[in-house]
DNA sequence: GTTAGCATGTAAGGAGTTACATGATTTT
DNA sequence: AAAATCATGTAACTCCTTACATGCTAAC
């Protein structure tokens, strides 16, 4: 019963598909990584990691346990980690599946605001005409809701002051520029180049690697002094 | 208990100081001229209204008196169920006073995302300085926000797969947008110069000049074939 | 004479938050 | 030794949505 989410659910688990976590790393990834548009507390990670675990999709590990045995400690300082968590999340396979499963159905959820933004942070997983079809998705989403906005701004302009005129004008312009955005990226897919920000002020020095494919990175999680959300 | 809504009820009283309207109405009105940032449903509208009733910031007035040509049909139930009643809400004196208080009460909450956007969608009932407050306030929350992003990009820029740097850029990209564009706003309040009057005309692009308080446009209401949230 | 739009509501529940409660480990 | 941070959880609550239920009235 419950805990149905939608939003979280898909994150957490697009998250420990790259790796196993422990809760509290899990979440500060959540704010950080996919932060921008989303932030969770631990009231609603929990309770999702548990039902995730009773649905099969997860694994706990409690390695905190040997409290009395214990003959050597060499792993402590030695290479990555140095802290110990108490509760490793683990995509167990049949989650995998599911998470799979979820990726590559395209459902008029998938362009929705904040779905959208998470969907995306995980395209380095999908195929590309998922790719595709989620990012034309979300940009007729979008122009349907210029339409509308123009339309309604035609009608009711004299009855509204300067300051929801504005409102609304810099609302337009911010939905416009999403749409160039994603005809940028599209257009990119279709090509079949390499994703690389194109009228940017600041380039990244980043090479970048295979776009279709694989994100295989795993080093060392630095102590990372990391934020909480403000 | 209950129903202590935040952005809702304040739009709601923001309109109804504007002008009655009855429910349905109201709620086209929340959805086009605030609807960038929020729509809602009667599901959450009707009962919201309840209890501004309740609270005495609101009043019902049931509209029975259809001047129909046959005079016995209406009053069959004429009171409190006349035909279908249509409710028209008014705000009453305390209704008043209290949305005023709410308008200048500038807390934290004020700059948050949503909220921002429904405050500013009443500025123009509010005075000056209090709008500064809110687009300082407004501001420098999100600089808060693009400090924490460039941190936080700056340490997991390896560990971070292409698209999810796009997101990333992206996102930071549509704040510093808006960190613009609520410094010009900050700067036309401060210069308190109020650009083109309004009356001229086609003046192309419309910056909100000092609105003064007064939004007292009420006329015919058009007919008004509105949408619906798709 | 039936669809489409106007109009008002309720019950159930989804998706999360806040505040609380607790304790381990590191840093100062 | 105190403070900070890491780490896990629960209960109560918030705010809103979906789906349902109803009925009027204009238009095609």
Redesign the interface.
């Given at each position: 019963m419950s805990r149905r989410s939608g939003i979280l659910e898909f994150a957490v688990l697009g998250l420990l598909r790259e790796s196993p976590m422990h809760g509290y790393e899990l979440r500060k990834r959540l704010n950080?990584?996919?932060?921008?548009?989303r932030a969770f507390s631990y009231g609603s990670l929990y309770p999702c990691l548990k039902t995730l675990v009773e649905r099969g999709w997860l694994t706990e590990e409690h390695e905190t346990a040997a409290p009395s045995q214990e003959g050597e400690r060499q792993d402590r300082q030695a290479s990555l980690t140095g802290r110990r968590a108490k509760i490793v999340y683990k995509l167990t396979a049949a989650g995998k599946e599911h998470f799979e499963e979820l990726l590559s159905h395209t459902g008029p959820d998938a362009w929705e605001d904040e779905h959208f933004?998470v969907r995306?942070?995980?395209?380095?997983q999908t195929s590309r005409d998922v790719r595709m079809r989620v990012l034309e998705g979300r940009r007729s989403r979008l122009e349907?809701r210029l339409a509308?906005?123009r339309?309604?701004l035609a009608?009711?302009r004299?009855?509204?002051?300067?300051?929801?005129?504005?409102?609304?004008?810099?609302?337009?312009e911010?939905?416009e520029?999403e749409v160039r955005?994603l005809t940028e990226?599209i257009e990119t897919e279709r090509t079949g180049r390499?994703?690389e920000?194109g009228d940017?002020a600041v380039p990244?020095p980043?090479r970048?690697?295979d776009?279709g494919g694989r994100?295989r990175?795993r080093?060392g999680t630095?102590p990372?002094p990391?934020?909480d959300t403000?």
């Open positions: 950080t990584s996919l932060g921008v548009f933004g995306f942070a995980f395209f380095g349907e509308k906005m339309a309604s009608r009711t004299e009855r509204l002051d300067d300051y929801t005129l504005e409102l609304q004008r810099h609302g337009m911010s939905v520029r955005w990226l390499d994703l920000a940017d990244p980043r970048p690697g776009a994100p990175h080093g630095p990372d990391s934020d403000a």
